[in-house]
């Protein structure tokens, strides 16, 4: 069982940064891919990135290749998203999930545990 908890969200003007962090409970974090997602008023939930277990592999949808940064501390248990450039677009509710596998996946269904969330909004 892993609790996922994430924090660091906020308000923003475009062209801004937040940095988000994930922390996980459990003694198992470093054996589970972590994947950001994010979901908009009315719109589905959304893959942004996810990082291997190893942290040796990362990967991002196209529209956040160069501006968002995932990382993770396995000896802390957390996964960051460092998110740089914001435009209003951006505005979403950000979750963290764990996936119980070597590798990611972008599919919502593949994760196996789910953070409540953190609000983020970019205003113009």
């Known amino acids: 069982q892993v609790q996922l908890v994430e924090s660091g969200g906020g308000l923003v003007q475009a062209g801004g940064s937040l940095r988000l962090s994930c922390a996980a409970s459990g003694r198992t974090f470093g054996r589970y891919c972590m994947g950001w997602f994010r979901q908009a008023p009315g719109k589905e939930r959304e893959f942004v990135c996810y990082?291997?277990?190893?942290?040796?592999?990362?990967y991002y949808a196209d529209s956040m290749k160069g501006r968002f940064t995932i990382s993770r501390d396995n000896a802390k248990n957390t996964v960051y998203l460092q998110m740089n450039s914001l435009k209003p677009g951006d505005t979403a509710v950000y979750y963290c999930?764990?996936?119980?596998?070597?590798?990611?996946?972008?599919?919502?269904?593949?994760?196996?545990?789910w953070g409540q969330g953190t609000q983020v909004t970019v205003s113009s």
């Open positions: 999930a764990a996936r119980g596998a070597t590798w990611g996946s972008r599919d919502v269904r593949d994760y196996d545990y």
């Open positions: 990082i291997s277990w190893s942290a040796n592999s990362t």
